[in-house]
């Protein structure tokens, strides 16, 4: 396979922010902060490269989550559990992670392949799986997209969360993006 080469990345949070940023709200999602995390750190890696939408050429979106939306996932269960009210529609339509992606290719105008990935080995807090480099190396080598944007997303559990810790686990959400294309 082809090298990568790295067009732009971004990161939530930013390490300049020292813990004071707010992830902003997403229209159309609600209960959970996994969306507007997807959604901003692609905004930022696509404002590097291009400025103001739209993105110019054929991008793709990769989305890599080991935990995926632990949020929407509890609030969907607690509601189906809770049969004097009814189910939010609106936490289905979020539960699906492919929902984020088409909101960020909407506003972008990326017409590239859209896909959604589990890692087989979670990668350390603020890195890229390499299972989702390998892939975007394949949509670019079968001519699927010019470019890839490659996003890696973890949402805090916050039932687990220790103030202290440097391994991901201080209840913090994290994602990396990077767009990539071929070297």
Same mark, same amino acid.
């Given at each position: 396979?082809?090298?990568? !080469?790295?067009l732009a990345e971004a990161s939530w949070p930013d390490p300049?922010? !020292?813990g004071s940023e707010q992830l902003p709200p997403l229209p159309g999602f609600s209960a959970s902060s996994f969306n507007p995390l997807v959604a901003e750190t692609a905004e930022r890696c696509l404002r590097a490269r291009h400025g103001a939408a739209p993105a110019p050429g054929r991008t793709a &979106?990769? $989305?890599?989550?080991?935990?995926?939306? &632990?949020a929407t996932a509890r609030a969907i269960e607690e509601a189906a559990a809770d049969t004097a009210r009814r189910m939010p529609p609106l936490l289905?339509?979020?539960?699906?992670?492919?929902?984020?992606? %088409?909101?960020?290719?909407? !506003?972008?105008? $990326?017409? %590239?392949p859209v896909v959604a990935i589990c890692p087989s080995q979670p990668p350390p807090p603020g890195r890229v799986p390499q299972d989702a480099l390998d892939l975007a190396e394949l949509l670019l080598a079968d001519g699927d997209a010019e470019q890839v944007l490659v996003i890696a997303a973890e949402q805090a559990d916050r039932t687990d969360a220790d103030p202290d810790s440097t391994d991901g686990t201080d209840g913090t959400d994290r994602a990396v993006a990077l767009l990539v294309t071929t070297a």
């Open positions: 396979m082809t090298a990568l !080469r790295i300049e922010a !020292r &979106l990769l $989305l890599a989550s080991a935990s995926g939306d &632990l289905f339509f979020q539960s699906n992670p492919n929902a984020v992606l %088409g909101h960020i290719a909407a !506003r972008w105008g $990326l017409t %590239g």
